[in-house]
């Protein structure tokens, strides 16, 4: 009984309150938008340019859902389109309400998946054509296209945008997507797990295509693999391999002194404390390079220039300028294997240590190769 129970029950799991006001607020943006443009009033109805249901139900899938395979650009507009010309085709050849709904659907699906372009809201579209006949067959085949795929297309548009804006990923990743190094490479972790081929058929094997991008299984099991690491970890934590004696700046020092320190120290990162060590964020090397190259591209000059005119002593630019307040952060107690994935993607080398707000030390990827060789001399 309680088995049946729990399969009857909510079967997704717990959202954060952040994640579920996001997804809503997309909609709400994105419909709205939607309808300024397409039910203004100088917009001509008999252009077919109006909002239909079946956009809400989209709107579920790429707000709330961006990852699914069912939301992205080509199941959506493809999909809906598809659905659309079926539904139109049933209302020229099938005069019976019931028998046209039914058959309208039921090739919607079909061609659909056909054309792998499922979406669940295709089904709505083509029962909204079936329902309709008179006003579907006024229109004729560019109901597909107006309000359908157009109205469809704005959604995406505003989707994409909007996922940017609030740090989500629409469209969903791509497995070859490049490193963020700009190379050819894949990502370290991808290169020691399966292949592209080897993924795609682990989702044919348990159908699960329609529910999960091959980008996305692998970074499933990338992070599979990292935790089964840390139950294999060292047992040493950050307070056993961090740096303790810092160097530091202030969240107002001068760019040249910031410079002068990484010349002097061959540092590749330095945290940024205010009074207390409390911590404010992290400059890497990597910033005053991007930050100059801004300035290069907004100005004559090229990026030597720009560099130089950066970290020279009449730059007005400061640490606070350039920092990254949103670098993964521990505690002392945190295992060395929980550090791992946070850096193996090549977005972060160095991890800051705090006891509260207070930095107490930092961890390097230099630190965790050390414990990693230290801990296969021991097993050795």
């Known amino acids: 009984m309680t088995h049946f129970l729990r399969s009857v029950g909510p079967a997704v799991p717990h959202a954060s309150p952040k ?3 996001r997804a809503g607020l997309g909609a709400l943006l994105g419909l709205l938008m939607a309808g300024l443009f397409l039910l203004a009033p100088s ?3 008999r252009l077919g340019l109006y909002l239909i249901a079946p956009f809400g139900a989209t709107s579920v899938l790429v707000f709330a859902a961006p990852n699914s395979p069912l939301a992205q650009p080509w199941s959506a507009i493809m999909g809906n389109l598809a659905s659309a010309l079926m539904g139109i085709a049933a209302c020229m050849l099938i005069p019976d309400p019931v028998l046209r709904v039914a058959v309208a659907v039921g090739a919607a699906i079909t061609a659909m998946i056909l054309i792998r372009a499922l979406h669940p809201p295709g089904g709505a579209v ?3 054509a079936a329902l309709n006949p008179d006003a579907t067959l006024e229109l004729g085949w560019s109901f597909a296209f107006a309000p359908v795929a157009c109205g469809t297309l704005a959604l995406i548009l505003i989707a994409v945008i909007y996922a940017r804006i609030t740090g989500r990923r629409y469209p969903f990743r791509q497995f070859e997507e490049k490193n963020p190094h700009g190379t050819g490479d894949l990502n370290p972790l991808k290169r020691i797990g399966l ?4 993924l795609v058929s682990i989702l044919e ?4 295509t329609m529910n999960l991008g091959v980008a996305d299984l692998a970074r499933l099991i990338g992070a599979a693999e990292m935790v089964i690491a840390s139950h294999r970890g060292t047992g040493s934590t950050a307070a056993d391999i961090m740096s303790r004696d810092l160097i530091t700046v202030g969240p107002d020092a001068p760019l040249f002194e910031v410079a002068e320190l990484f010349r002097r120290h061959a540092f590749t990162s330095l945290p940024v404390v205010g009074d207390g060590n409390e911590f404010h964020g992290v400059i890497f090397q990597l910033h005053l390079i991007r930050h100059a190259d801004e300035r290069a591209q907004r ?3 090229g990026f030597l220039s720009a560099m130089g005119r950066l970290i020279g002593h009449g730059s007005g630019a400061r640490a606070r300028d350039v920092m990254d307040v949103r670098i993964p952060r521990a ?3 945190t295992p060395v294997s929980a550090l791992l994935p946070l850096m193996s993607d090549g977005h972060c080398d160095a991890v800051p240590v705090l006891d509260g707000t207070r930095i107490v030390g930092i961890v390097t990827r230099t630190d965790i190769i050390a414990a990693l060789a230290h801990q296969s001399v021991q097993r050795a």
């Open 205 to 208: 094997r348990y159908n699960q």
């Open 299 to 301: 100005r004559v000059g």
């Open 126 to 128: 083509a029962m909204t």
């Open 19 to 21: 994640e579920a006001v």
């Open 195 to 198: 292949n592209e081929n080897e």
């Open 331 to 333: 505690a002392p107690e």
């Open 43 to 45: 917009v001509d109805d």
